[in-house]
């Protein structure tokens, strides 16, 4: 299959080509590292290129290059004019294989949508005491929500009145594995799966804590737009995510995958709600 669309892929560029002239522009930009097509095209019809590269590729969002990986770097390298990347953690990855001095990092520019009015009417009133979490995101296995899931339990075990808000929808699969795990865990009174919702930062801004358990996040625009709206944020120690969160200061790293660790820090926030509030603020 991947080979059947490497191959109209190239069979397009002749055409691409065509139309970039017929366009009369000046530069060409590709919003993807796994498609070439574009940088092929823009040499054919003698234009400049540039490459915004927001991924690490297979290892966040199990992208698959469709001329296979050295091949497709390859050409970053040698038909862009330059890269630009949305985290030192995404230069980092393709610094050996892209001439660093094409590389330029430049950060997202993340507005806030308002919250909505009357949102909040939708949720189930919580009871007084009770710590909300919240994470979300696409339900995938590269987003890791059975982490939030497994401390969560963890966190009740210990004594620690919380509840968790899924939101999000993906993977069926994955969701039911979710599901599974939660009803596995006894945990069926205090994990909300949402769904899709279109006001995520509603049901965010009514949570106390928002986790960001991705194993590698690039960037991590929903970490951003949690800090921007005063919540503290429970990260992993991997990818973008570190860039954003400052330990201790705007927020909380934990070892991805390591629920155990994410449980502590969520306890933690708990019993220093003055330090939670403060981070929060310090995050805007």
């Not at 199990?62 to 995404?90: E, H, K, P, T, Y």
């Not at 393709?94 to 909040?120: M, R, T, W």
């Not at 330990?247 to 629920?259: A, C, D, N, Q």
Request: aromatic share 6%.
């Amino acid at each position: 299959k991947l080979a059947r669309r490497g191959f109209r892929t190239l069979r397009a560029i002749p055409s691409l080509a065509g139309l970039i002239r017929s366009w009369k522009c000046d530069l060409v930009y590709t919003n993807t590292i796994t498609l070439c097509a574009g940088a092929l095209a823009a040499r054919l019809a003698g234009r400049r290129h540039v490459w915004h590269i927001h991924e690490f590729g297979y290892e966040d969002h199990a992208l698959q290059f469709d001329w296979g990986r050295a091949l497709s770097l390859w050409m970053v390298d040698r038909l862009s004019a330059a890269c630009i990347v949305n985290s030192r953690a995404v230069a980092a990855a393709y610094a050996g294989q892209i001439d660093e001095s094409k590389i330029h990092v430049v950060d997202y520019a993340v507005e806030v949508p308002p919250v909505e009015a009357g949102g909040a009417s939708r949720m189930e009133p919580r009871q007084n005491g009770v710590l909300r979490c919240a994470i979300v995101g696409a339900l995938s296995p590269g987003k890791r929500q059975e982490d939030a899931i497994a401390a969560l339990e963890q966190v009740t075990r210990a004594g620690v009145p919380a509840e968790l808000l899924v939101i999000g929808e993906g993977k069926e699969a994955y969701a039911e594995h979710l599901r599974g795990l939660v009803e596995r865990l006894g945990l069926g009174g205090r994990v909300r799966f949402t769904g899709h919702v279109d006001d995520p930062q509603t049901w965010v801004a009514e949570s106390d804590v928002v986790l960001m358990c991705s194993l590698n996040e690039a960037f991590g625009m929903v970490t951003v737009e949690a800090m921007k709206a005063g919540k503290p944020v429970i990260g992993t120690r991997s990818g973008g995510t570190p860039e954003i969160i400052s330990e201790g200061e705007t927020g909380l790293l934990y070892t991805p995958g390591k629920s155990s660790e994410l449980a502590e820090k969520i306890v933690y926030l708990q019993a220093n709600p003055e330090a939670a509030r403060a981070m929060g603020e310090r995050g805007r």
